[in-house]
Structures are given as C-alpha cells and as structure tokens.
C-alpha cells in the first residue's frame, strides 16, 4: 500500500468511526435526557412494586442499558472498522491508525517494525485485499465528490 492509499484509507476510518460511534452516542444521551426528569416518578412507581435498592436499580436501567450494551460493543466494532478499511498492520494485526505520523514517515509498523507503505515512486506489492480497499476507497471518493 502506497502513502496515499494509506492516508485515504485513515481518513475513511475517521468518517466510519464517526457514524459508527458518535450518532449512537449522542441518541443515548438524548434518552438520558428525556428520561431523568421522570426519573423520581418511575422510582416512585417501581417501589410501589418492588422495596429496597433493586427499584433504584430498575429505574436506570432504560439509560443504564443501552450505554452499556454501546461501551461493550465498541472494542469489536473499532477493530471491525481497521479489517474493513485496511489500516491494521498485515504482520502484527495492530491498528495503524493511531501513529499515522510515525506510519507515514518511515512507512513501518510502530509496534512490529515491518514494512506497511511502499514509496509512491515503487511498484506496491498488491494483494486481492489491497485491489479491492483501492476500488472501494475510490468509488466512495467518486460518490462523496
């Protein structure tokens, strides 16, 4: 993978990342917000029900779950987004997006020390993967403008 197919495939993690992470984020704040001010009258409701602390449970857990069901899926769908984009080191599996400065520079994993980028003036070494993150990365480039 060339400097250039790098940094178009980082700049198309960030926008997936973004999508994929931040609208949720934001929908669970928005409940969370809606929901505390009826927080005491559900508390109230469920204690009728149900005594002692397992009400105050029951009362947070419509902001309580979804927050947590979105913290635990966040580790699978980072690394899903990295295999999906191509920026994962082919040798150690680590995710390259996070030193893009160090990648781009000496075009070598930060944590392996194997060579990830070729010089944009050498023949890169394609594989199927690499061909078809390139007709992906370019159609999407094509329909964004």
């Given at each position: ?23 949720p ?12 001010p ?21 009362a ?6 979804p ?5 635990a899926?966040?580790v699978?769908m ?6 999906r984009?191509?920026v ?16 781009i520079?000496?075009g ?38």
């Amino acid at each position: 993978m060339t400097r250039q197919d790098f940094i178009l495939r980082t700049d198309l993690k960030k926008r997936l990342e973004t999508r994929s992470f931040v609208v949720p984020l934001i929908l669970i704040v928005v409940l969370a917000l809606t929901y505390l001010p009826c927080l005491t009258a559900a508390q109230d409701l469920i204690a009728r029900r149900v005594s002692g602390t397992f009400a105050e449970v029951i009362a947070v857990l419509p902001v309580a779950g979804p927050l947590l069901g979105f913290l635990a899926l966040v580790v699978p769908m980072a690394r899903s987004i990295d295999r999906r984009c191509g920026v994962s080191c082919r040798h150690c599996g680590r995710s390259l997006d996070g030193p893009r400065g160090i990648v781009i520079a000496s075009g070598r994993c930060p944590r392996c020390g194997e060579r990830v980028l070729c010089d944009d003036d050498q023949r890169p070494h394609h594989t199927r993967n690499d061909s078809h993150h390139r007709r992906r990365l370019t159609s999407r480039a094509a329909v964004r403008g």
